[in-house]
């Protein structure tokens, strides 16, 4: 564990010279996601990895947090002056937010199926109609199936064709509620895209929701020089469909970098 404002976050560093890598995870599943893509790193590359304030490891959070000013703090406890970030998801919003705040801090973005502040849809469509309803009765095993449904499409969308990414989503729906009210929303980003000085790339996962393929589609259109890639196997869970073609998109995206 390491502190950060008024809390704490679990966080691995698997030490070793050179760039960092920082890999930040999605609102469906905690920093275990990546652990398909690690062995391609660590033998060669200093991989940090850390769970959000209530998923995975960390405890949930006691007081309003900001999921940027974290990941600062993460990176100062680790002594990381600059560094390349991989953020999927939740993790790819955090990501490009800290890109536009510290610019000098991040040295490459590789975002897959990633969110973004202040793009208006994303939190529309038929999934959100439902999941209040399933909320209010209490029925869990009811959002997990109406996750994967909208999430899992690649890996047939349902619990029991897809059992990995079903027991990801079941393990992050206590910070899905528990971290309302502490999680702070930070200023839009979506319209700041152009500002982004970093080499970039982002992969969109061809099966996921419509909403997050054209949300992705548009923020490659205005991050400069962005380098967009559709990975035609992948829902939200990229690391799960495509690992060593992510593993090559991370490595391709870091040489640039470097």
Not at 1 to 10: A, N, P, T, Y
Not at 18 to 36: A, E, I
Not at 65 to 81: K, N, T
Not at 134 to 151: E, F, N
Request: proline share 8%; net charge negative.
């Amino acid at each position: 564990m390491i502190s950060v404002k008024d809390g704490e976050v679990w966080a691995d560093d698997s030490g070793g010279e050179g760039l960092p890598l920082v890999l930040l995870h999605p609102g469906v599943g905690d920093s275990r996601v990546w652990d398909p893509v690690l062995s391609a790193f660590r033998a060669r590359r200093r991989v940090i990895r850390y769970d959000v304030r209530g998923y995975g490891r960390s405890p949930a959070p006691t007081a309003p947090y900001s999921p940027v000013h974290d990941l600062a703090e993460v990176l100062d406890r680790f002594g990381i002056e600059r560094a390349v970030l991989v953020g999927s998801s939740m993790g790819g919003a955090t990501s490009v937010a800290y890109a536009l705040e510290a610019p000098e801090r991040v040295a490459g973005l590789a975002l897959f199926v990633p969110g973004v502040s202040g793009y208006e849809g994303l939190d529309a469509g038929e999934f959100f109609e439902r999941l209040e309803p399933l909320a209010k009765a209490g029925d869990m095993d009811g959002i997990v199936r109406l996750g994967l449904a909208a999430w899992g499409q690649a890996g047939g969308g349902t619990p029991e064709s897809d059992p990995v990414a079903a027991e990801f989503l079941r393990a992050v729906l206590p910070a899905w509620f528990g971290n309302i009210g502490h999680q702070l929303t930070g200023p839009p980003a979506f319209d700041r895209l152009g500002e982004v000085s970093a080499p970039t790339l982002l992969a969109l996962g061809e099966q996921d929701r419509p909403e997050v393929v054209r949300c992705n589609e548009e923020m490659a259109e205005r991050i400069p020089g962005c380098r967009l890639v559709r990975l035609a196997a992948s829902d939200h869970y990229p690391t799960l469909r495509e690992p060593e073609h992510v593993a090559r998109l991370i490595e391709e995206l870091y040489a640039e970098a470097v």
